[in-house]
């Protein structure tokens, strides 16, 4: 063998294992946060602007991630509540075409939506044919109950009910027994089971899909105490407390020692602990990844489901509003051919992340023709000069919901249109410009407000969503329901109380269960009082 030859063979060896490689069908790994805001990390997600960065927050992971993937400017939730995007983000559509729209979503319970029937991205990525293992860790979606169901091959639902809020504040939430105080809102625990995950793909080298869903930073808060105290010293520095801030909740014993002008800087620090916490279990399992030399070639996803429920200025509103506060969320990417340290400002929704990610997979199977994501392989690969495939209709968020004040927000291009359900006022904002939706432009752009209208009817007309009225109907007769029922009980056992010969703990036990009936008709009482008060109510905020 020639030195030519010899060179020539020595090059195609190590071009080998590359080429392998370019041919293996990517990862991808999704870390979503609940109720993380949009300016609640150590992370701008405006370079230009380290304001938008948290003051206090340490996130020194979610930091390394943004140096080596792309940060969002312009990243939206699907609602700004958990439920519905959490359903939304599933199945890549909005709220109103997935057909959940609020927390407690009367008519999709009315009308017995069948998520089942819907591509989740788990089954698409199965659909790919390419042997894709999926995962789903934490917390969940109501709706759709058991995650197994949606093509999910590994999740950790092992309790009575599928995960939801309660799984953040008990281990097991049916015998109300408490997480251990080394494991706040399970965080290490969930790090732990997704590296277990990691681990067996590290062996077995099949492409993945892992969801790792958070119940941090979600009420209620809770941290490490060492975590804590360091944020407690760190407050109590800048803040010139002599002698420092003491480590009482208000759910401990001795909660009274508790100076009242400290309670609301130890929630601070609290919060910040448990921010810092939830950071070192995402540290814990990117390393992970890392280690089992799967970092090159699996794309990572970190997210929120909603605003959060802290301040998020200079965002107005927060969770459960229809504000940029509530919608605007952070948001990074990266995997391969993302570039280091990057930023795209186009705007872009969570519903995009199937179809981005059936583009990314390779896929040939045919996706459903009623989706409203795109693809967002263009921006990744290219940052702000990449094309991005033309939307229907802009990004629509709509909120019909009872319990708060509701709007549909519209956002297309650099310009946000809201509209009350209620009262049917429309405000317009250069969001672009004015993120902190400051300068209403309604009285000055009445051509834009109607062609923006007729763009979100049309769109809103199309998938049938919900209308404001008929959501007020049907949480009525719920409601209305709800007291008959407890209305015809009470009647029982008043009946049933008369007896001359009724044994003193029967009749105790009938006394105990009528009072509880009678709290809860009072409860359903007030509830259809607020319920009409709401529905002729043109608030904002």
């Not at 023709?369 to 693809?375: A, N, P, Q, V």
């Not at 719920?478 to 029967?506: G, M, P, S, T």
Request: charge should be neutral; hydrophobic fraction near 35%.
């Amino acid at each position: 063998m020639n030195k030519t030859t010899k060179a020539l063979f020595v090059t195609l060896f190590a071009l080998a294992p590359l080429s392998l490689r370019a041919d293996q069908a990517p990862n991808f790994v999704i870390i979503y946060a609940d109720d993380l805001g949009y300016t609640q990390t150590s992370v701008p997600m405006m370079k230009d602007r380290p304001e938008l960065a948290h003051k206090l927050h340490q996130t020194p992971n979610i930091e390394k991630l943004a140096k080596r993937g792309m940060r969002f400017s312009n990243a939206y939730c699907p609602s700004p509540v958990c439920t519905s995007s959490r359903a939304a983000i599933q199945f890549g559509m909005t709220t109103a075409r997935v057909g959940c729209v609020s927390i407690h979503d009367v008519v999709m319970n009315m009308k017995q939506v069948d998520f089942e029937k819907k591509l989740s991205i788990a089954e698409m990525l199965k659909e790919a044919d390419k042997g894709y293992v999926t995962a789903f860790f934490g917390k969940g979606c109501t709706p759709l109950k058991w995650f197994k169901d949606h093509g999910y091959d590994v999740t950790d639902f092992i309790h009575t009910h599928p995960n939801g809020n309660a799984h953040g504040d008990w281990w097991e939430p049916t015998t109300k027994t408490p997480i251990p105080a080394d494991d706040p809102k399970r965080v290490f625990s969930l790090a732990r089971t997704a590296n277990d995950f990691l681990k067996e793909r590290g062996k077995d080298r099949k492409p993945f899909y892992m969801m790792v869903s958070h119940y941090a930073v979600h009420v209620r808060n809770t941290s490490l105490k060492s975590t804590r105290e360091k944020y407690l010293r760190i407050l109590a520095e800048q803040r010139g407390i002599a002698g420092g801030i003491p480590d009482i909740s208000r759910f401990d014993k001795n909660a009274d020692e508790m100076p009242k002008n400290l309670r609301a800087i130890w929630e601070t620090a609290n919060y910040a602990a448990m921010m810092e916490n939830m950071d070192s279990s995402i540290g814990m399992v990117l390393d992970e990844l890392k280690a089992q030399g799967l970092e090159e070639n699996t794309y990572v996803i970190f997210s929120s489901d909603n605003g959060g429920g802290q301040s998020n200025a200079p965002l107005q509103g927060g969770k459960a509003k229809m504000w940029e506060g509530g919608l605007r969320i952070p948001m990074i990417v990266a995997g391969p051919g993302i570039a280091a340290n990057s930023q795209c400002d186009k705007p872009v929704a969570q519903w995009d992340y199937l179809t981005t990610m059936h583009d990314l997979a390779g896929s040939t199977a045919t996706l459903p023709e009623d989706l409203d994501g795109i693809s967002l392989r263009p921006v990744l690969e290219q940052g702000n000069d990449g094309q991005l495939a033309k939307r229907d209709t802009g990004l629509v968020f709509h909120f019909p919901a009872h319990y708060t004040v509701p709007i549909t927000s519209y956002r297309d291009g650099d310009y946000k249109l809201m509209r009350h359900l209620n009262s049917g006022e429309i405000k317009l904002f250069n969001v672009a410009r004015d993120m902190g939706e400051s300068n209403d432009l309604s009285k000055t752009m009445p051509e834009k407000i109607s062609a923006m209208v007729g763009r979100l009817d049309a769109y809103l007309e199309k998938v049938g969503a919900w209308k404001m009225e008929e959501v007020y109907e049907t949480r009525a007769e719920e409601l209305e329901k709800w007291i008959a029922d407890d209305k015809e009980k009470i009647a029982k056992i008043d009946q049933q109380l008369q007896a001359n010969d009724l044994a003193a703990n029967e009749r105790k036990k009938l006394q105990a269960e009528l009072k509880s009936l009678q709290s809860r008709q009072a409860h359903h009482l007030n509830n259809l009082e607020k319920l009409r008060q709401d529905r002729k109510s043109a608030r904002w905020f």
